[in-house]
């Protein structure tokens, strides 16, 4: 069998091992909005008013592997002992010929005793997917047994949030409804997510470990970050291993309350001698409490 047949079906594999295993993206190498993402308990907890946007190419170099861009706004209202947290986000990504949008409102509730801060979060919104593919020679004709089409369902996250000087820590689930998209067969997945950081201050130095932990009740992954910056985030390095997939490395800078980072994923999953790489750039701006 030519090299070129070979890639086809090893990128096929992977691919479906990788929609029907983790259906969300996993997104945020630097892990630094990580948790805004994912969990609507954490909107508006560390921002008054945030506003970003990820770009992620992944596996460079490779006919339609995943495409990700996302944007999302969170931002608070604090009165007393009492704080609520509002926000919307936005993805869009393409694998394959599979074509996935996600819009979502949030609000959640916090509430701070001594120096705890608890909150608890629901975002409801739209699950949509299209497949869409390109059938070529020697024959058009779409195979009926393949999805073809699109459909879309409401959908409902859920999570809680706990935050104590500098540890932070989340739990979410994405998906909770499982909804169905019958008309191109297409079953959703509930996802659960896992946050944890710690912000360790050494003079003008800090350090952030992180641990993202992924499951939907079949499979699991996870990762491991370190943030190292310098002057309150003006510079930084992220270094990081993603369970199957990569080693991160990369950068970001915090200035007048933008921020910028890009990464970049050295491969080490099976496709690792086709792809060039995984690329991820955020852009934002972040008014800090």
């Not at 190419?57 to 490779?62: L, P, T, V, Y």
């Not at 009926?144 to 935050?163: K, N, Q, V, W, Y």
């Not at 985030?233 to 007048?256: H, K, M, N, P």
């Amino acid at each position: 069998m030519r090299k070129p047949q070979l890639l086809f079906i090893a990128f096929i594999l992977f691919a479906c091992f990788n929609v029907n295993g983790q259906q969300d993206p996993f997104l945020y190498s630097t892990g630094r909005i990580t948790p805004t993402f994912n969990n609507p308990a954490s909107f508006g907890v560390e921002n008054r008013l945030g506003v970003n946007m990820v770009y992620r190419n992944q596996w460079d170099g490779m006919e339609r592997a995943p495409n990700t861009f996302a944007v999302l706004t969170d931002f608070s209202h604090e009165k007393d002992d009492h704080k609520i947290g509002y926000g919307a986000s936005y993805y869009y990504e393409t694998i394959g010929f599979m074509y996935v949008h996600s819009a979502r409102i949030v609000i959640n509730y916090g509430y701070t005793f001594g120096e705890n801060e608890i909150y608890v979060g629901l975002a409801p919104g739209i699950f949509h997917v299209v497949f869409d593919p390109n059938w070529l020679p020697p024959t058009s004709t779409p195979d009926p047994s393949l999805p073809l089409g699109s459909d879309g369902s409401f959908d409902l996250d859920a999570g809680i949030t706990f935050r104590r000087n500098n540890f932070f820590a989340g739990l979410s689930s994405t998906h909770l409804l499982t909804p169905t998209l019958t008309y191109i067969n297409f079953q959703v997945r509930r996802h659960y997510n896992l946050f944890t950081r710690y912000d360790a201050n050494f003079n003008e130095f800090k350090i952030q470990p992180i641990v993202i932990v992924k499951m939907d009740g079949t499979t699991s992954t996870f990762q491991l970050l370190s943030n190292i910056s310098y002057k309150q985030d003006l510079i930084g390095l992220t270094l990081g291993y993603r369970r199957s997939d990569s080693f991160i490395v990369g950068a970001f800078s915090e200035f007048y309350n933008f921020n910028l980072s890009y990464q970049y994923g050295i491969m080490t999953n099976p496709l690792n001698q086709y792809g060039k790489g995984t690329h991820e750039i955020r852009l934002g701006y972040n008014l800090r409490k």
